[in-house]
């Protein structure tokens, strides 16, 4: 979910046809807002007087601004239906794309929001939705990255191009000096937050005009091109990686700034126009939606549904809606997600449920069940059982001696989950470390998923549950620990394992076993290293186990 903050004055002012702090008779109340509000996707998290904060599903990136949530409020409340009208007026600027950018960030839309009368809350709302889309639509910019400029500042012609990180040099937005690309990534906040977005290429994506530097996209604009209250005008440009994701972004944001009463002009990119507003087209199976929602609506009833979220459908042909969805809506990848409209359209709550014509009976899967025999063997045994996060980073698995097989998280959104656990044992070890000043003996476990590293998969990795248990106390042997896995084993699987000299770095060399079963090796167990006990500053010996369950 995405937080959003949105004024509630706002919305009414607008959803009523009202001037600030007018009041409409059979106008919408408050209350009937924030009750309308979860049927849009955005629920009310907190509020602060006026000032309200929504949490929005990030399937609709459309929803993550004011316009776009009084859009879909007005569909609702039939004030406004079908498909928004988006009049874009044919520009004369241009943009040159030169062919460096292609293997560093391909794909670029402009456009022009001309005739706007900005506040300073109108200015901190173009900021938000900046944000919000690039964070979410724009997965943290590397997929989409946003621009908006004063085009007064701007001067042509255009010119989209990559440049060496020392090339060029500008004074980025915050700063007051100049710098190059290299010492923006360096040093500068947005710099090192978003250096990952250009995927360790060399070459630096640069928008310029006739003035010098206008953007590094997607890392920082100019300072010379800030937006501010005085401003009327206002140059969009969405980079990325992905064209129809761009093309989304920036149709989002024209729709916002026309509702807002700007005009909008295409611009001609690579000598193409941009952006493209001309709606998707999908087709939708009446029967098929009755279907699946349980339904007997009839295809005039569908398309007024339909119309309320902001769609246009008609006729096709007999039990077929050839539905126009406006190209600002990024979330349509099936038939199936205009059968959601259709629910939504009509109101979940009018949807009358039916008690199943089958009855049928749950039960845990085998799966579960076998897991929880092996917790309930650790507990008899005087294990307590832990539950940790199968999220983990790369120096809880360096402490341990355990880095193999670790799969790393690329764009992590902080140091402490920045990988997945391949082995339960360093969470074991971390708490044991956490519990010095408690009495020994200590004896913990756990039953959880792993991910290791698996090139035959299609996604180069494999999750299986594995079962671990630490003992430590200053008797903590290799005798110990095998012996309550000798016992496990046979209770889990009917047949005693056997056990091989092992070399695991965690475990001292002579004091640990590789763990069999049929052939074949389903875990280890020995005595810790001294430099892992060490590393966790564990002051006592410790031994412990781990096998794959499954």
Known sequence: MVSVSVSKSWLL???????????RAGGITESQLLGKLPDVKATVEAGNGDEMTLE?????????????????????????????????????????????????????????ARGL?????????????????????????????????????????????????????????????????????GQHDKGKEYAFALGGKKACPIIFDAHGVVSFPPIINAARTTVTEKTADLFLDVTGTDYEACNAALNILC???????????????????????????????????????????????????????RITATEA??????????????????????????????????????????????????????????RDLLVG??????????????????KSLAEKNLVRIKNPVSKEYSALRSTLMPSLLEVLSENTHSPYPQRVFEAGEVIEKDSSKDTKSAEHTHLCGMSAHAEASLS?????????????FGKAPSFEEGAAPQFLKGRQARVML????????????????????????????????F
Not at 13 to 23: K, P, Y
Not at 123 to 142: C, D, F, N, P, Y
Not at 278 to 288: I, K
Not at 391 to 397: R, T, V
Request: hydrophobic share 40%; proline share 5%.
């Open 56 to 112: 929005v599903t990030p399937d609709r990136p459309d929803l993550l601004c004011r316009e776009g949530i009084l859009r879909s409020l007005k569909g609702l409340l039939e004030k406004e239906t079908g498909l928004p009208l988006l009049t874009v007026e044919k520009g004369k600027a241009a943009m040159k794309v030169d062919a460096s950018v292609k293997a560093v960030r391909p794909f670029i839309c402009c456009a022009f």
């Open 117 to 185: 009368k900005l506040s300073a809350n109108d200015v901190a709302e173009i900021m938000q939705v900046q944000e919000k889309l690039t964070l979410t639509h724009g997965r943290r910019r590397k997929k989409v990255a946003i621009g908006i400029h004063d085009a007064a500042r701007i001067k042509p012609p255009l010119e989209y191009r990559a440049v060496a990180p020392d090339a060029v040099k500008f004074i980025p937005l915050g700063w007051t000096r100049e710098a190059t690309p290299v010492q923006i990534l």
């Open 13 to 23: 002012e607008r959803l009523n046809d009202a001037r600030r702090g007018e009041r």
């Open 480 to 492: 110990e620990s095998s012996s309550v896995l000798r016992k496990a084993c046979v209770s889990l």
């Open 381 to 398: 045994a005087g294990y307590a059982e832990l539950m940790t996060y199968i999220l983990s980073n790369e120096e809880k698995a360096f």
């Open 255 to 309: 729709q916002n700034f026309q509702d807002d009463g700007a005009r909008i002009e295409s611009m001609l990119v690579a000598g193409k126009e941009t952006p493209e507003t001309a709606p998707e087209t999908m087709l939708l199976s009446v029967e098929g939606t009755n279907k699946t929602l349980g339904t007997s609506f009839t295809a005039s009833e569908m398309a007024r549904y339909l119309a309320r979220q």
């Open 317 to 374: 042909k007999k039990g077929i809606l050839r539905c126009s969805i406006p190209r600002y809506r990024a979330d349509f990848l099936h038939e199936v997600d205009l059968v959601e409209e259709v629910a939504l359209g009509c109101g979940y709550n009018s949807l009358v449920p039916k008690k199943p014509s089958v009855f049928t009976l749950g039960s845990l899967s085998k799966k579960t069940l076998f897991e929880e025999r092996a």
């Open 518 to 549: 049929d052939g074949e090796m389903i875990g280890v167990v020995g005595e810790l290293h001294p430099q892992v006990l060490l590393n966790w500053r564990i002051t006592v010996p410790c031994s412990g186990f781990e096998v794959r369950l």
